[in-house]
């Protein structure tokens, strides 16, 4: 059996929408989330060509500047039309002020520019828990869905407006944080919808303490 996580985790963001989300998710376990941010920790280049690979240079930089285990998020929207971008580049999209309307208003462009009207699209999410002794684990999750124009609700963050999730009516950008993480800890069989939550329940399975429900 992997060993549970107990005490204290660094979550490595810098990201206030990112770490509130982690924050939520971990709740339910008694888990203590510290964020980078409030370490006073550097963020490190990111120079992974995965999504697996940036999570991990983030978790490690984080767990050996602590101490402490560290769990980091490298997520990103991939537009079937545009070849997958901004994928990887999704965060650099918005620039170095974060701007998501710009980047969601780029996305449109690069779709207008290609004359597509395919507006498929997918979140991904590959979560890294390190620890300070150098391992590591990887939990991944995906969600498909389409693109709208123009972007819808005020909720969430990032490309959330612009992202309505397979079977669903609302984007991301309209529904609340547990809408968007979907997971019912009461069930025996969590559908949780979000990439980032999706990630979470594997993560969750593997190395949170058990809670008094079905998982």
């Known amino acids: 059996m992997p060993p549970r996580l107990t005490g204290r985790v660094v979550i490595a963001t810098h990201n206030p929408g990112k770490l509130r989300e982690m924050r939520e998710l971990l709740a339910p376990f008694g888990v203590e989330a510290v964020s980078a941010g409030e370490l006073g920790l550097p963020e490190p280049d990111e120079t992974g060509t995965t999504y697996a690979e940036n999570a991990a240079i983030k978790a490690h930089a984080a767990a050996r500047a602590s101490g402490l285990p560290a769990l980091a998020d490298d997520s990103g929207v991939a537009v079937a039309a545009l070849d997958g971008a901004p994928g990887l580049f999704s965060a650099r999209w918005a620039g170095p002020g974060k701007d998501f309307a710009a980047a969601m208003a780029r996305i449109e462009r690069e779709l207008a520019r290609r004359g597509s009207t395919d507006r498929r699209a997918h979140f991904v999410s590959a979560l890294v828990l390190a620890w300070p002794d150098g391992g590591e684990d990887l939990f991944e999750g995906r969600v498909f869905g389409t693109l709208v124009h123009p972007p819808r609700g005020t909720l969430g963050f990032g490309y959330d407006p612009m992202f309505q999730p397979d079977g669903y009516q609302a984007t991301f950008g309209e529904m609340t944080s547990s809408e968007k993480h979907g997971i019912d800890w009461a069930s025996s ?21 058990v809670l008094n429900v079905n998982m």
């Open 189 to 209: 069989d969590p559908q949780p919808l979000s990439h980032r939550a999706r990630a979470f329940l594997a993560f969750a399975r593997h190395r949170l303490p």
